[in-house]
C-alpha cells in the first residue's frame, strides 16, 4: 500500500469565509477528509502535515524554502508527496520547490478557486486527484507537478490561466503529461526534468527583480533593482523578448559588464527569440539569457538559484548554468 504525506500550506483550499474575506483555517487533517469520498482512499496510507497556514501571496521565498526542507524530509519516508498550497503563488512555488528536489518520489502540488466552505467546492476533488497521482506508478519520477481540475501538468512553464474559473492552471506549449479522474490515471508523456539547482542549506535567495515593459517603459524601475541590491535581472519584454529603448540601453550597459539579465516575455506563452533591432536581437547578442517558456516569475527563481550556486566558485558561470538548465528542460533549443 503506498504511503503518501500531505502538507498543508494554506491557500482558498484552506480557507473560510469572514465579514473581512477569506481566512485561512481549515488543518491538514480535516482537508483530507474532505477528500474522501472522492477516491479509493482506502487504498492509500496518507499523514496529514500542517507546514504553514499562509494565503501564497503574503508568502516569501524563505517560506517556500521551509517548504522544500519539509518536503524532502517527507521524500525519505513516503512513496509521494501533495502539497496543498494558494493557487496565487503556485506556479512560484512549485518551481522553486522542483529546483530542490531529487529523486524519484513525485511532488505534486494542488489547491482551490473555492474557499473551503463553498457550496460547491473544487478543493476536495482536486485534493484526491492529487493524492491519486501522487500514488500511482506513473507519477514516479516526474519530478514536481501540478493537479488542478483533473488534469497533471509540468512545473516548468505552468501558469495560473484564470482568476476564478475552476480550470485555473495550463502549461501553454507543453500541455497536461496526464489525466486524472473516475477513469483512472492515464499518462499522455513524460516531462524533462532537471537535476536539482539549489541546495537547502541555502537559507536566502539573492535578489533577482522582474522588469515588467510597458508602452513607453523607462529605465527608472531597473535603476531601481538595481540600488536595491539586485543581483541578476529578469526583463517580461513584450511579444518574442523586446524592450522599450531607454531599457534596451540600461540592459546593454549590464550585460557589458558581465552582469546577469534573462529575457523572458510578459506574452504567457510561446519562446523567446531574439528578432528586432534595438529589442531583443541586441540584448541576446550582447548574452542576455532568453528564458524559453518560463514565466518571468519562474525565470527569476532559476537566476537566483543559478547565483547561489555559482558565486566565487569554478565551474559554469550563473548565465551558462542557466542556459544549460533550461536546455535540460527543453525550454531553450539545444
Ligand atoms: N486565491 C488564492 C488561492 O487560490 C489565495 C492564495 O493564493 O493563497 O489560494
Redesign the pocket.
Known amino acids: 500500500m503506498p504511503d503518501l504525506v500531505l502538507l498543508s500550506t ?4 484552506a ?1 473560510t469565509s469572514t465579514e473581512a474575506g477569506r481566512v485561512v483555517g481549515v488543518d491538514a487533517k480535516t482537508l483530507l477528509r474532505s477528500a474522501e469520498g472522492h477516491w479509493d482512499s482506502g487504498a492509500v496510507r496518507v499523514r496529514a502535515l500542517d507546514v504553514k497556514r ?4 503574503a508568502a516569501t521565498t524563505e517560506d517556500v524554502l521551509d517548504l522544500a526542507r519539509a518536503v524532502r524530509a517527507a521524500s525519505a519516508e513516503a512513496d509521494g508527496i501533495v502539497v496543498t ?6 506556479e512560484e512555488a512549485a518551481f522553486l520547490v522542483s529546483l530542490t528536489h531529487e529523486g524519484e518520489v513525485p511532488v505534486v502540488f494542488t ?3 473555492r474557499p473551503f466552505d463553498d457550496t460547491a467546492p473544487d478543493g476536495p476533488r482536486n485534493l484526491a486527484s492529487a493524492l491519486r497521482w501522487a500514488a500511482s506508478s506513473e507519477a514516479r519520477g516526474t519530478g514536481v507537478s501540478v493537479v488542478f481540475d483533473d488534469k497533471v501538468l509540468p512545473v516548468v512553464g505552468v501558469r495560473k490561466v484564470h482568476t476564478l474559473a475552476l480550470s485555473a492552471f495550463a502549461a501553454p506549449g507543453r500541455g497536461p503529461i496526464a489525466t486524472v479522474d473516475e477513469a483512472g490515471v492515464r499518462l499522455h508523456a513524460r516531462p524533462s526534468v532537471a537535476p536539482a539547482l539549489l541546495s537547502l542549506d541555502v537559507e536566502r535567495l539573492p535578489r533577482v527583480d522582474v522588469i515588467g515593459q510597458y508602452l513607453g517603459a523607462d529605465a527608472v524601475a531597473l535603476e531601481a533593482a538595481l540600488a536595491c541590491g539586485a543581483r541578476g535581472l529578469v526583463v517580461a519584454g513584450f511579444g518574442a523578448g523586446n524592450t522599450a529603448p531607454d531599457v534596451t540601453e540600461a540592459c546593454l550597459a549590464l550585460l557589458d559588464e558581465g552582469f546577469p539579465v534573462a529575457v523572458a516575455s510578459r506574452v504567457g506563452s510561446g519562446a523567446v527569440l531574439g528578432l528586432y533591432s534595438g529589442g531583443g536581437a541586441d540584448l541576446l547578442r550582447a548574452g542576455a539569457i532568453p528564458a524559453g517558456d518560463l514565466s518571468p516569475w519562474q525565470t527569476r527563481l532559476l537566476l537566483a538559484a543559478a547565483l547561489t550556486r555559482t558565486a566565487g566558485q569554478d565551474g559554469p558561470g550563473t548565465v551558462e548554468t542557466c542556459r544549460r538548465w533550461l536546455e535540460q528542460v527543453g525550454a531553450v533549443a539545444r
Not at 494554506?10 to 483550499?13: K, V, W
Not at 499562509?54 to 501571496?57: E, G, I, R
Open positions: 494554506g491557500g482558498t483550499i480557507t499562509l494565503v501564497s501571496f498550497h494558494g493557487t496565487d503563488s503556485m489547491g482551490a478557486q
